[in-house]
C-alpha cells in the first residue's frame, strides 16, 4: 500500500470514528441516557447535554507523534 493510499484510509477510518460518536452523542441525547466516561483516572457518569457542553472539559488532547 502507497502512502497517499494509507493516508486516504486513515483519514477515512478518523472520520468515520468521529461521525460514529456525534451519532452515539445524539442517540444517548434523544434516550436521556447518560455517557459513562473515564475522567483523571475515575469512571463518571454524564448527561450527553452537558458532554456536549463542555466537550473540552472531557477531552484531552493526544501529544502529536
Do not use: C, W
Request: charged share 30%; aromatic share 6%; proline share 3%.
Amino acid at each position: 500500500m502507497d502512502n497517499n493510499t494509507q493516508e486516504d484510509l486513515q483519514q477515512k477510518l478518523q472520520r468515520g470514528l468521529e461521525l460514529a460518536f456525534q451519532r452515539l452523542l445524539e442517540f444517548k441525547k434523544q434516550k436521556n441516557s447518560p455517557l459513562i466516561i473515564m475522567k483523571d483516572n475515575k469512571i463518571i457518569e454524564v448527561s450527553a447535554e452537558e458532554f456536549i457542553k463542555n466537550r473540552s472539559a472531557y477531552h484531552k488532547t493526544k501529544p502529536a507523534v
